[in-house]
């Protein structure tokens, strides 16, 4: 078959070369119309598209929201430098906020201690009034009884105002209608206009801005903020290592284009496709820049060495096709099919990326075996005249170091197979982590917003509890709020838990006013009629968007607590949670149980829902890598064999993973498919040497691994260089996972880089010793 | 604004207004004016009701479908004097465990309402002191001003045009609250031109985005001339939330007095 396949390649490339000019004319028509879709590309800010349509945390969560209302916010954070809130000053810029926060696009509701529905009692009359108004002209006395109140409401304290009163929040809740992608951006544009103007007119405070909105444009300006920067940076570093690796101009130039036109098509058809970028999917240029180079080395490299040999041009070109066409065919196979492995991930934009760059890598394939002979045999490409004949000084360490493999290959076996054995061990000890403010760095504004928040004001990461009464009406029950109050007890005492915003601390008050504010009365109502009145008189008392709707379902079945949570863990969280469940059940009537959900929850178990979905996506793209490289190589055994080197870096990764920094987020399922696809380059162009040299020229096991070191030892040194490189740039991401990624195949990259250089020969020479054969080093020449 | 002043101007504007409506609604020159006749001629069509008492069913949807009834009588008395609002009294059937609560209302034009609230559960009659208006009535969507008597005064206008609405040719006036705390920063009416009732109105929030759509059905004619709708159905845009207002029969002419709306008067209810 090999035979067929070679005469093919050899037919097209003579054609290819025949018509290099309309081969060059008709790759840039296809690239310019391929590129032309790449205007239709837009940038997500949406942090639900993390999850699957079936996700199951984030069904809970769409229905908990249709029961009360969306929570999407911006949290506007002030803390005036002499740390009092309660000044005139301050309280008037609080105010002020307030007021203009209701035009920010989206908002249905704004939050802050100015608005705060204050309600007190003198004697029968019940007063509900904003708790700061016309600050300006309040004395300090008065201010100072407003703190003293904001301090002891259990709604504001440790949420919208901190412990000590040196902080305030404003927090704007959004509704949006979905219909455009520029929502986010649009409220977030209004919400910095505001910081701006308030900042211009009150320069002694300091406002950082967060929330869920927040973070979802976020996504979108670390997407861009990546592509800008690490883009460039991928190209410089192509450059320098092919000058290096090609010592030609030329080749590097034709490489470039390859390399560019791939990445324009795939981003492209990409946009023709509708697909949103986020930050993971954002990284597939980058990734295919990475990947699209290594079929151009491989043919140039050998081109080159032809060339060294005294070939001339034209029959190098079509020699270095014929050879190359198989293995560079299977490993853009390989690589297609480990990046087709991520639609298997629970979380959509890991689609995005496999399919994008899978697209890439086509089309890099397709441009290698095209645009690359051609552009070549237009373009000057020649070798130092003083150096044909001679061999590099490379190429005498890597042959030397190949009669050491074959000297050695025994305690080489043993001291790989002992540490694969040991990392593999290690591998359990990782811990998964979705903390989803440190998915972006420091140099990102919204992670230092987000973590000055959780500094002086409250913890952003928030867990939703609707607890259900058991039928129409029943949170007037007094068995139902006797036990949400306790349980809002348990909760505010877990040392975790920073606020805890619950219907019961709203009841209580309420039953203390009605009473003349007689703190005796800070209680639970003796009835459910009462309760029920109480609630009635309230709710008639609520000013225009400040109702109780989205803390009471609307038939008053359920009431909704919210924790708010500081710098946690993902895995503290899932304790907490757990904790909290198990609360309810020994403490609580069984219709109060249920399932806590929001955005915190659901970052807690992506990981373990990607690692699930992802088992699969690995085993078929593992099954699928196995076939081709069983049917390319010919042989069963080979094929077969080859996987050891391949999957063992991975596992080696995780275990040196495990011990260097312990914690990883969604990246962690993903990066084995993609990263096998890759791996096993080196392996298949390594193997297809050492056949060829075994069936068209007849050596021995020994022989044909040190013609394969000789002759591939230079390409797989160079694209391990690249490919490491490239993948340690996308380290420098600001976004977590793409860094984890990044770094993660970086170090499989190389980790399988030296296992192909030897337990690739020693499993190969094993199954020879068995058969009794002796290595002598001298056969080899 | 001195207060006394104020009405005066209220006063000269009604006085003047009234002689117009007399005349003709295109008399008007400005859109401000035709806009006010728009909806005087609206309100004045139902002068003289002097009382009236209906029972009204009220479901309320969210997002996700669930829903849930509450039912209440409302009993109304006019004031005719149109600087100040009529007066009402609601009284909760069900639920049970409100049943029997009761809420007189006194409605002011430009500053906070009157209100008494009598809880059967505490056996108290107690004052609610809130500036608030435009705050949904008892959760639902509906604020307490959206679905009582329009009053003229609490708005000025501005006459936008004539457009069908379902086969109804309707005037369209936008109308702009003016009391300070509301929660709207405006609202387009559309009132039929054949017996001038109030057919439809999108409300507009704080920062004027469309809010929610009032839908008034089912209008019949009492007495000869006094029109109510008996079906208001009222959906929020931004959350995906409705109510259903239904109506049964309106009694008229009852002969209630103020006497029936007082705070003395909440103690007798039970």
């Known amino acids: 078959m090999i035979k067929q396949i070679d005469a093919l390649a050899l037919f097209i490339t003579d054609k290819i070369l025949r018509f290099r000019w309309w081969v060059v004319a008709a790759t840039l028509a296809m690239v310019v119309l391929a590129a032309a879709g790449g205007r239709f590309i837009e940038f997500s800010n949406n942090y639900r598209v993390f999850f699957g349509k079936d996700n199951p945390e984030l069904i809970a969560f769409e229905d908990f929201q249709a029961n009360y209302t969306k929570n999407d916010n911006i949290l506007i954070v002030v803390k005036p430098k002499d740390g009092k809130i309660f000044t005139q000053d301050t309280a008037t810029a609080v105010e002020d906020i307030t007021k203009q926060a209701w035009n920010i696009p989206y908002a249905i509701r704004v939050d802050s201690v100015s608005n705060f529905q204050y309600s007190w009692a003198n004697g029968d009359d019940l007063t509900v009034e904003d708790l700061l108004r016309n600050s300006a002209g309040l004395s300090q006395e008065t201010l100072d009884k407003k703190e003293q109140i904001a301090l002891a409401e259990p709604l504001l304290k440790g949420n919208l105002i901190s412990d000590n009163a040196s902080t305030t929040g404003i927090n704007v809740t959004l509704q949006y209608p979905e219909k455009s992608i520029t929502e986010v951006p649009e409220a977030v544009g209004m919400a910095r206009m505001i910081v701006t103007d308030i900042k211009s007119r009150y320069p002694d405070l300091k406002i950082a801005l967060t929330g869920v909105a927040m973070m979802n444009n976020t996504f979108a300006e670390s997407a861009i903020k990546d592509l800008s920067t690490l883009i460039p940076v991928m190209y410089l570093m192509l450059i320098l290592v092919m000058i290096f690796a ?368 992802m088992i699969k996506g690995n085993a078929v793209a593992l099954a699928l890598i196995a076939i081709v490289l069983i049917v390319s190589l010919g042989s069963f055994r080979l094929g077969m064999l080859s996987l050891i080197p391949n999957t063992l870096p991975i596992l080696i990764t995780f275990g040196i993973w495990a011990m260097l920094v312990g914690t990883v987020g969604m990246a962690a399922a993903t990066v084995t498919s993609t990263s096998l696809g890759i791996v096993v380059d080196d392996t298949v162009h390594f193997l297809a040497k050492y056949l060829r040299a075994r069936k068209e020229m007849g050596m021995d096991p020994p022989g044909a691994i040190k013609y394969a070191f000789e002759t591939v030892g230079q390409a797989i040194i160079a694209t391990t260089l690249i490919l490491g490189i490239g993948f340690a740039i996308l380290a420098t991401s600001t976004f977590l996972i793409n860094s984890q990624m990044g770094l993660l195949t970086a170090m499989t990259i190389i980790v399988a880089f030296i296992f192909d250089f030897t337990l690739l020969p020693v499993i190969l020479l094993m199954g020879t010793t068995r058969k009794g054969g002796v290595y002598e080093p001298a056969k080899a020449y | 604004m001195n207060p006394q002043k104020h009405i005066k101007k209220i006063m000269t504007i009604t ?225 995906g939330k409705s109510t259903d207002l239904l109506y049964g029969d309106y009694l008229f002419k009852k002969g209630l007095s103020k006497n029936d709306f007082s705070k003395s008067a909440l103690k007798r209810i039970r």
């Open chain 1, 246 to 613: 090609l010592r030609s101009i030329s080749g590097t130039v034709v490489t470039l284009f390859i390399v560019g036109f791939s990445s324009l098509t795939a981003m492209g058809i990409a946009g023709y496709a509708g697909i949103d970028l986020t930050p993971i999917s954002a990284t597939a240029p980058t990734i295919i820049l990475t990947l699209a180079i290594a079929d151009s080395i491989h043919i140039l490299v050998i081109l080159r060495k032809l060339l060294l040999q005294g070939m001339d041009k034209i029959t190098a070109i079509k020699e270095s096709i014929r050879i190359n066409a198989i293995p560079v065919t299977v490993t853009s196979l390989t690589t297609i099919i480990g990046f087709l492995g991520l639609n298997f991930s629970d979380t959509p934009p890991f689609h995005d990326l496999g399919n994008i760059t899978a697209i890439g890598i086509a089309a890099a394939w397709f441009y290698s075996m095209t645009f690359l002979p051609a552009a070549v045999s237009i373009l000057p490409f020649k070798v130092n005249q003083d150096n044909i004949g001679k061999k590099s000084r490379i190429h005498y360490v890597i042959s030397r170091y190949a009669d050491f493999v074959a000297l050695n290959y025994k305690p080489i076996g043993v001291v790989m197979g002992t540490l694969a054995i040991f990392a593999s061990f290690m591998v359990t000890k990782i811990e998964l982590n979705d903390e989803w403010v440190k998915y972006f760095d420091h140099r990102i504004e919204f992670r230092n917003d987000a973590e000055f928040a959780m500094e002086h004001l409250t913890g952003i990461y928030q867990i939703e509890y609707s607890i259900p009464g058991g039928g129409e009406g029943s949170i007037n029950n007094i068995e139902y709020l006797t036990h949400l109050d306790k349980f809002t007890d348990w909760l505010k005492n877990q040392k975790e838990v920073r606020h805890v915003f619950s219907y019961s601390d709203i009841i209580k008050r309420l039953n203390k006013n009605m009473h003349g504010d007689d703190p005796a009365w800070y209680r639970m109502p003796d009835s459910r009629n009462l309760a029920a009145q109480y609630l009635l008189l309230y709710e008639l008392s609520l000013p225009f968007g400040l109702d109780l709707n989205d803390r009471i379902s609307v038939d008053k079945s359920a009431s909704r607590v919210t924790v708010s949570l500081p710098e946690i863990s993902t895995k503290k969280v899932r304790q907490f949670i757990d904790r909290s469940k198990t609360w309810l059940a020994v403490n609580a009537p069984a219709y109060m149980a249920n399932e806590p959900t929001g955005s915190t929850v659901m970052f807690s178990h992506i990981s373990e829902r990607n690692i699930k979905s």
């Open chain 2, 15 to 239: 006085a003047a207004s009234l002689l117009f409506s007399f005349i003709s609604i295109t008399g008007a020159n400005t859109p401000a004016e035709k806009g006010f006749d728009v909806a005087a001629r609206s309100d004045r069509s139902d002068r003289g009701f002097s009382d009236s008492v209906v029972q009204l069913k009220m479901v309320m949807r969210n997002k996700a479908g669930k829903q849930t009834q509450r039912s209440l009588l409302i009993s109304t008395l006019e004031v005719p004097d149109e600087t100040l609002g009529d007066r009402s009294l609601i009284v909760f059937d069900s639920p049970a465990d409100i049943s029997g609560t009761a809420l007189l209302s006194h409605v002011k034009i430009l500053d906070p309402d009157d209100q008494w609230l009598y809880l059967p559960g505490l056996k108290r009659i107690k004052r609610i002191s809130s500036v608030n208006k435009s705050g949904p009535f008892v959760g639902s969507e509906f604020a307490f001003e959206d679905f009582t008597a329009l009053e003229l005064k609490k708005y000025t206008y501005k006459y936008l045009g004539e457009k069908d609405l379902n086969g109804i040719m309707c005037d369209m006036v936008e109308r702009y609250p003016r009391y300070e705390y509301s929660g709207y920063t405006k609202q387009v009416s559309w009132i039929d031109q054949q017996v001038f009732q109030v057919r439809k109105v999108d409300f507009y929030d704080r920062k004027g985005d469309l809010l929610k759509t009032l839908i008034l059905d089912d209008y019949k004619s009492y007495n000869s001339g006094f029109w109510r709708s008996h079906t208001m159905k009222m959906v929020n845009h931004q959350t």
